[in-house]
């Protein structure tokens, strides 16, 4: 499975995650906290169990992501 990875709406420091097949199938979300870490918070299987984290960057997380659903996860550049 591959994911991608968009900025979520109107949320500062939060990504979301979707699986590229099944479209639409939202995978969780990476969310900045205050300490400037990020963590992977698993919204539905695949990505459930994944280590949440903390990661020191988007990079880092998305690997984690990238390794759990045993495919790619890339940022979704407009």
Known sequence: MDALVFVS?????RWDIYARDPKDLLLGTI?????????????TDPL????????PDLDA???????RIQGTCVKWVP
């Open 9 to 13: 709406r109107g949320t500062i420091g």
């Open 31 to 43: 969310e900045q906290e205050d300490n400037q870490l990020l963590y992977i918070d698993a919204a």
């Open 48 to 55: 459930t169990g994944v280590n949440e984290g903390p990661y």
């Open 61 to 67: 997380a998305m690997r984690a992501v990238a390794d």
